[in-house]
């Protein structure tokens, strides 16, 4: 019924800058809340930052400061512009969505992820 496609990912140096997106399809009526998580290998799989329909923002303490999330309600997209990486913000960047259907149920959908290596 809907689809979460992140892009964006991918090999960079530390202190260089990424941008992820992710584009929801479907079935959507409208969107709520949005966020981007991330799991490392061996990890669980943590917020990184989430955004509101009204744009509220919250970030992990790792994030703040350093990433912006930001969405476009017109596209259905969210994203996440990271700088000055680190190492250990390489993972799997996932995105997820509370999505309300056009048949007004509510559901969290997740994308199949995207991975960010961060090399010193």
């Known amino acids: 019924q809907v689809q979460l496609v992140e892009s964006g990912g991918g090999l960079v140096q530390a202190g260089g800058s990424l941008r992820l997106s992710c584009a929801a399809s479907?079935?959507?009526?409208?969107?709520?809340?949005m966020a981007w998580y991330r799991q490392a290998p061996g990890k669980q799989r943590t917020l990184v930052a989430g955004i509101t329909s009204g744009g509220s923002t919250n970030y992990a303490n790792s994030a703040r400061g350093r990433f912006t999330i930001s969405r476009d309600n017109a596209k259905n997209t969210v994203y996440l512009q990271m700088n000055s990486l680190k190492p250990e913000d390489t993972a799997d960047y996932y995105c997820?969505?509370?999505?309300?259907?056009?048949?007004?149920?509510?559901?969290?959908?997740w994308g199949q992820g995207t991975q960010v290596q961060v090399t010193v």
């Open positions: 479907g079935s959507i009526f409208s969107i709520n809340d």
């Open positions: 997820n969505a509370n999505v309300v259907l056009t048949s007004r149920a509510s559901t969290i959908y």
